[in-house]
């Protein structure tokens, strides 16, 4: 829809909400310092001025501060969700509002979703901001004619990552992506501590079930799946890991917790958390072998972990409890709950990751656009790292922000940790 006003596309569920989504946007502007500090200087240096950009990013007030960034650097910027469940309605409507082409409504479509992302490559964009690669494989494999105009991409999540470097493996690779999310100040931080913290609010929203007591099953014990085993542990449950690594499955039960397969785990959890990146980890043979009044919920890849078509395919009755938690009745009777539909539940049923991860995690998206844009023509097809120094920049800024100074290497210490002469 084309508005008056602006002159710009967007399709938003209800722009009547954009005053709530000023006033959330607004909030986590307040708690995402490191990234305004960003923005302040974009707005002075212009760094991206005249550029593209187009963003496959959940819609969330954290997201349209990293927009109003890009924008105050100069980009003009289209931006569709990545996920079918996390738009927040009163965000895009307060985005459309400022003139942003937006595009995404909670619960949209599939059909929407693949359209939503059509709309975004039409604004023609010269760096893509990815969450699980969708823009860059829709140029890949639809849009090659565009591929000459990318800058760069950058990649927001683990599982992007994986499949850039499957593609860069196959030489499908044509652009210069940046691995944002490869960032210490990303996966260390955002992937620990804000998967860890949100993905148990959204399965409590969802069920408002007590952890204290229960015992839950964390699939994949990578970033993700620490942080969010602390935070069950730390509020009384038991924790069983599944793991295919086995350093991390060793890892795991160092921290302190049971580990096994699946198919084991599967008789004693009464919650089951995937977070592997990974298709079908939780499949009809292990929620046959489940307990009664089991509760399922992804927070990992899109909605593929659980073998949810397989579920349904298996059982007898099914029917919608509350907003996001499915009851299903399996052969023999017993019933298990789906949350969010298999998708990331900390954004289907809760509304994110925390401001304040993001503002760590967006700082790599804005300063990754600004990369791309000085090194125009410079970066070479495939899997980039954002340079150490960058990286380092973000966490100086954010502890900057917290007011929180720290030691520095006296030249007795410089000296000693660059010598082999001085001795133990
Ligand atoms: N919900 C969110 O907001 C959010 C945020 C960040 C990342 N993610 C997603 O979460 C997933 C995990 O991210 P990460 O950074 O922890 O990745 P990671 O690579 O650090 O960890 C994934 C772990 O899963 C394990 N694994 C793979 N297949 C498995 C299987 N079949 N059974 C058990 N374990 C298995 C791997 O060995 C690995 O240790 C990714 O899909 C990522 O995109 C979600």
């Known amino acids: 829809m084309i508005d008056m006003d602006t002159g710009k596309d967007h399709e938003v569920k209800d722009l009547s909400l954009a005053p709530q989504g000023l006033k959330n946007i607004a909030f986590a502007e307040r708690h995402m310092r490191s990234l305004m500090r960003i923005r302040e200087r974009f707005a002075k240096e212009k760094p991206l001025s005249g550029i593209r950009v187009g963003l496959a990013l959940h819609i969330t007030k954290e997201t349209a501060v990293l927009v109003r960034t890009l924008v ?98 196959d030489g499908a690779l044509k652009v210069p992506m940046i691995a944002v999310n490869d960032n210490k100040t990303k996966h260390l931080l955002d992937n620990y501590y804000g998967t860890g913290q949100s993905t148990l609010d959204g399965i409590m929203r969802a069920t408002n079930i007590l952890f204290a007591g229960k015992t839950v099953v964390v699939a994949g014990y990578g970033s993700c799946g620490k942080g969010v085993a602390l935070k069950a542990k730390g509020m009384g449950a038991d924790i069983i ?113 925390p401001s304040e991860v993001m503002s760590t995690s967006f700082c790599g998206q804005a300063l990754a656009c600004e990369h791309a844009a000085k090194n125009r023509g410079k970066l070479a097809p495939g899997v980039l790292m954002l340079p150490e120094e960058i990286d380092q920049s973000i966490a100086v800024l954010q502890l900057e922000s917290l007011g929180i100074s720290i030691d520095a290497l006296t030249p007795e210490q410089e000296r000693y940790l660059a010598s082999w002469q001085e001795g133990t």
């Open 241 to 353: 890991v599944t793991e295919i690594d086995h350093f991390k499955a060793l890892q795991a039960r160092m921290d302190g917790f049971r580990v096994m397969p699946m198919a084991d785990a599967a008789k004693e959890g009464d919650i089951f958390i995937t977070l592997t990146g990974n298709k079908h980890v939780i499949r009809p043979e292990h929620v046959t072998a489940m307990k009664d009044d089991a509760i399922l919920a992804n927070s990992g890849h899109f909605d593929i972990e659980i073998d949810v078509k397989g579920i349904k395919a298996m059982a007898k009755a099914e029917r919608r409890i509350r907003p996001f938690l499915d009851e299903y009745t399996i052969p023999g009777g017993k019933r298990v709950y789906l949350a969010g539909e298999g998708r990331l539940i900390n954004l289907a049923a809760a509304e994110g990751h």
């Open 72 to 169: 105050a650097g100069g980009a003009s910027v289209a931006i569709a969700g990545c996920n079918p469940l996390s738009t927040q309605d009163d965000v895009a409507a307060a985005l459309a509002q400022e003139g942003i082409a937006v595009y995404g409504y909670k619960g949209e479509t599939n059909e929407d979703y693949y359209r939503y992302l059509e709309a975004v490559l039409a604004t023609r964009p010269q760096i893509t901001i990815d969450d699980g690669c969708d823009l860059v494989s829709l140029v890949h494999s639809k849009h090659p004619e565009m591929i000459k105009d990318i800058i760069a991409g950058c990649e927001e999540t683990t599982t992007g990552i994986i499949r850039l470097r499957a593609m860069e493996r």
